[in-house]
C-alpha cells in the first residue's frame, strides 16, 4: 500500500523538528519522542536511529546526566553544526511552504487558445467521422 502524503510529509521534516525542539533546550530521546508523538504522532521507534543519525553527522552531541529515579539519561543538545542545520532546513521549508501555498492558491488559468484550437479541431473531426 503506498505511504500517504501525512507520512511523506513527518518524515521529511522530522529532523527540522528535532533540530527545533533541541534549540529551545537540551532534552533526551524519550522526550523528544513523546513531544513529537503528540504534536505531529511521530512513532518513538523513528527517534532513537535519527539521533544516531544526526550524532554521526555532527549535529547534536550528549552528555549524562544522573537520576535520582533510575539510571543516567543521555541529553541531546546541538552543535554549531546542528544550529546552521536548523538555519538551513528552516528556510527551505518555509520556501517550500510558500511555494505550495503559492499553487494551491493560484487561480485556474483559461487554457492557452492553441490548446482550445486543437481541442476544437479534434471534435470537429470526430463529428465528421
Not at 31 to 52: H, K, N, Q, V
Not at 102 to 118: F, I, L, S, Y
Amino acid at each position: 500500500m503506498p505511504e500517504t502524503i501525512e507520512i511523506q510529509l513527518k518524515k521529511g521534516v522530522l529532523t527540522l523538528c528535532v533540530l527545533a525542539l533541541l534549540n529551545r533546550h537540551d532534552s533526551y530521546a524519550y522526550e523528544i519522542a513523546s513531544t513529537l508523538s503528540d504534536a505531529i504522532d511521530m512513532g518513538e521507534g523513528t527517534i532513537y536511529p535519527l539521533m544516531r543519525r544526526m550524532q554521526s553527522d555532527g549535529q547534536v552531541e550528549t552528555y549524562l546526566v544522573e537520576s535520582s529515579t533510575g539510571p543516567s539519561r543521555k541529553y541531546y543538545r546541538l552543535t554549531d553544526a546542528g544550529r546552521r542545520a536548523l538555519e538551513t532546513q528552516t528556510a527551505e521549508w518555509r520556501a517550500f511552504v510558500t511555494a505550495v501555498e503559492g499553487v494551491m492558491n493560484a487561480e485556474a488559468e483559461p487554457a492557452a487558445p492553441a490548446a482550445a484550437a486543437k481541442t476544437a479541431k479534434s471534435a470537429e473531426r470526430g463529428a465528421e467521422q
